[in-house]
């Protein structure tokens, strides 16, 4: 029954809260007797900031998790089964964030699982250790690769990658995001590598949005497909989701804790086992569209505050695949204003409340409004007019 209820389509949940929300400006004891102050997020979902915030359902589900002992091992795959079937992946595993999955995947493809090939890496003896990666795909996150034993390889071309599978090639890597910047696209690297017996994986980490996309790279052939649990699902900051084939996952349980081992760092607590299923079940169920006209109507709400400010323009702007919602793209001469975008950023920051944005070069400001809260939105659209109106 409560699976049933978790694939109904849309029992309309609100997407934004309600006017009494937690912002910025509220009250946070905690963060003011360190000598902090919470911040307005104009960056979006991203980890520096905190990910997301968590809604009443996850933090409900981490609670009553947080009450009982309950066999750790069972509840990993008790928790994988589930969400496996709601985002229709042959299996799946919680991890402690997508660079973790990055790991234990790589970890689960190098030891193909071999017990005792998985217990000697980052030894690379009898190992097939070499990861294939478009030069234009490198991440920042190799090093989760490299410390299971992963040499990196990068290619340019498909006749470079079909040339530098060898016999000691053990995965390839993709960056989902880096779609259009790469000669090989997705498709063509799943056939690759299917074609040549090579497990694929794909960094999906910020591309939940459109919520199609937590089953659309597993469907197109991809052997494990990651997606961070803090940042569109809303999850626990501290979880991600390790997606794909049946005997990869199954090899990729042993890589992490409770068994000792590579993962044993990258602990998943119940609270985050619980509260990431409930971020999954919740994210099915939002009216993705409703939040949508939520984000549009803050994203007018800003331009509508500069626009009587001069020489100053700004545009709706949609990123391609990650972070997939509306953002305001503020641009200015920074000649003509006599201000650079980083005094602008150091301006927003250092204001009451603070407030964080994307630099995007000379005279160019990002703004995310997705993870704005009441009226933040129109907090932020007020200071800009005032820094930028001079
Ligand atoms: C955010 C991100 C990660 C890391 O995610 P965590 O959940 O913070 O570990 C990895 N890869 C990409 C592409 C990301 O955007």
């Given at each position: ?223 494990l497909v990651i997606f961070s649990g803090g940042k569109a699902l809303r999850g626990p900051q501290a979880s991600g989701l390790l997606l794909g084939r049946k005997d990869l996952i199954e090899a990729s349980y042993p890589a992490m804790s409770p068994y000792g081992g590579i993962g044993r760092g990258m602990k998943v607590g119940k609270e985050e086992l619980c ?116």
């Open positions: 029954m409560l699976q049933t209820a978790a694939l109904a389509p849309a029992a309309a949940l609100p997407a934004v809260a309600a006017a009494t929300e937690i912002t910025a400006l509220s009250p946070a004891p905690l963060y003011k007797s360190l000598g902090m102050r919470p911040v307005i997020n104009g960056m979006g979902v991203v980890t520096v900031l905190g990910g997301s915030i968590m809604p009443p359902e996850v933090i409900q589900a981490m609670e009553e998790a947080s009450r009982f002992f309950i066999p750790l091992p069972e509840l990993e795959r008790k928790v994988g089964a589930r969400i496996a079937e709601l985002v229709q992946a042959p299996a799946a595993m919680v991890t402690c964030g997508a660079a973790s999955a990055i790991a234990v995947g790589t970890a689960a493809c190098l030891s193909q699982g071999d017990a005792a090939k998985l217990r000697q890496l980052p030894n690379r003896d009898g190992i097939k250790y070499e990861v294939i990666q478009q030069k234009s795909h490198r991440s920042g996150y190799e090093h989760q690769m490299e410390l299971c034993g992963a040499k990196v390889v990068t290619v340019e071309t498909r006749q470079q990658l079909e040339a530098a599978i060898n016999e000691r090639t053990g995965m390839m890597f993709y960056l989902n995001k880096a779609e259009h910047d790469g000669q090989i696209k997705a498709e063509e690297f799943v056939k690759i590598g299917k074609a040549r017996g090579i497990p694929t994986m794909n960094d999906a980490a910020s591309d939940a949005t459109p919520k199609e996309n937590l089953w659309k790279y597993t469907k197109m052939g991809f052997d509260g990431l299923l409930a971020a999954v079940e919740r994210y099915l169920k939002v009216d993705h569209a409703a939040e949508w006209k939520e984000l549009e109507a803050r994203v007018a709400t800003i331009r509508a505050a500069l626009k009587g400010v001069k020489r100053v323009t700004t545009e709706r702007h949609i990123p391609v695949i990650a972070n997939e919602v509306p953002h305001v793209m503020v641009q200015w001469n920074e000649r003509t204003l006599g201000m650079t975008t980083k005094e602008v950023h150091e301006r927003l920051m250092g204001g009451e409340p603070s407030i964080h944005t994307l630099q995007q070069g000379p005279g160019k400001l990002l703004i995310s409004v997705w993870m704005m809260r009441g009226d933040e939105a129109q907090i932020v659209g007020g200071r800009l007019g005032e820094i930028l109106g001079g």
